[in-house]
Each structure stands twice: as C-alpha cells, then as structure tokens.
C-alpha cells in the first residue's frame, strides 16, 4: 500500500480536464464502426492507430453486440468524463472486457462441457443466479484438473481485446493504478497481466485449488470475487487500502456493476464491444462499445 500510495500524484495535478473535450459527441457506432475497409472511430480505422495491438491470435475486430440498449448513456455527461479523467484508480473486469472470451467457458469447452457450462455463466452474468451457486454448478460439471487447465492455457491462450493494451498504457501514463477484479480464475490470465504490465498483486480473482495428483477439488471461498457482490467488497478494499478518491469499473456483467456503490467505484463504465447486457448497460454511467471512446478523453 505504501508504495502505491507514495507514487501518487494528486489526481487534480495529473489532469486538467476541459469542460468539453475536444471530440466529437460519442455515439454509438457499433454498426457503422464495422464497415468496409474494417473498424474505425472517429474516421480513424483502428489498425492504423499507435498501440492498436492485440495478443498473438487475437482477433482484430472484437465481437460486436448484437444490438445497443435503448438507453442514453452512450453520451457521457460532463460528470461522468470529468471522474473518468480524474479517476485515481480503474478496476477492469477481464472476461469479456480484458479479454475477448470467457475462461470458464473456454476451459469447459476444453474439457468437453461448454454447452451445458455456457448456458450457467449466461445466467450468471444477468445476475438471475448467486454467483457462488453458478460458480460452483458450473465447475462441478467438468471438474478441471490442474494438467487440462494447463493444456487448455497453452493451446488456447487468452485474447486480448483490441485497443485493451494502448488504453491501459494510457492511463498508467497518467499514474492510474490499473487492478483486474475478476470471477474468473487468475490462474488463467496470469499471462494477461504480466503481458499488460499488471502486478500480481493488482489481481482479484478465484483460485482454482487442486489436489495432490493435480485433481479438480474447488475453489477458494475465501477470495470475495467468488461470491455475489464479490467485486463490490474487492473494489471498497483496493479503494480503502490505497486511500484512493476516485475509482472507476469497467466491464460488461451484473457483478461488475455491483461495484459502483458507496465506498467502492465511483463511476460504472459499461464495455459492451464482446457482450452487450442490455440489463447491465442500462444502469451503467456510460456504455462503450470500443475502448477507444474512453481513450479520446484521456489524449
Ligand atoms: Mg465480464
């Protein structure tokens, strides 16, 4: 703690936000950021810009909702851009936000049960179903072991999400800390973090526990994240340990949303590029489809 709060900057030294930025209104563009000639923003096509990277195998072109929410929170509001700008501190969800996929339905899907999994982490994500019970159901389905894990993480790495990589250097620029807070298992994207430049000790996640002769036998309950209102009571500690005035969440599911309460994030950012939950982007401060709406703020 001492030695992230020591390398500090008074937040309001760090930016000096115009009332406006000077972009142009953002929009959603979901549909025409996909036409001929591939992504774009702004005009800009994505793999022309600086830092546009993804990792090995990922795909360049993220998976497109199918549709946006009803809702007016495309459009940030002064507010919401002036705690974006200020923020002290981003927590990220990683399936379907750091990364394009979801990794318990990827390690079933390894192990043979992604169907029945897939339709669990569904509901989980809506919020229908305690994140604990679905946590549990899905990996009594399959069981991994320590080995398949392993294999499944070498044959089918994670992938990154286009833009993740630019807009976290961004922001570290900026001397923001950057924490994953995940219900996934930080066995898993390990990688990810080392590849991103995030410290291990900036990870919340589950913990996969195995047996002697490598044996599925759980996971960890003690981690928060393994519980409903887990990265609630993850982020209200990363913000309280760190003594942070500003901490923004960015991710796609209920349990990321959880999170902007009282004591814990101050603003929800909703990231629907892979997965667009109308239920969650509609309670969201602001809803991005590419993480390059959130960067034209930060330039
Ligand atoms: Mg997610």
Redesign the pocket.
Known sequence: MARLVSARICPSQRFHVPLLPSVPPLRSHSAAGLGVGGPSFHGVKLSNLPGFVAAAGALEVPKRAPSSPASGNHLPSEEVIRTWCNADAVCF?????VCLD?GIDELADFCGAGQAVAEWTAKA?TGSVPFEEALAARLSLFKPSLYQVEECMEKRPPRISPGITKLIKMLKAKNVDIYLV???FRQMFKPVASELGIPPENIYANQLLFGNSGEYVGFDPAEPTSRSGGKAIAVQHIRKKCGYKTVVMI???A??LEARQPGGANLFIC?GG??MREAVAGKADWVVSDFLELMAYLA
């Open positions: 969800d990683v399936d379907s936000t979801e994500m995940s219900g996934g991710g796609d599911g349990t990321d990231y892979v997965q």
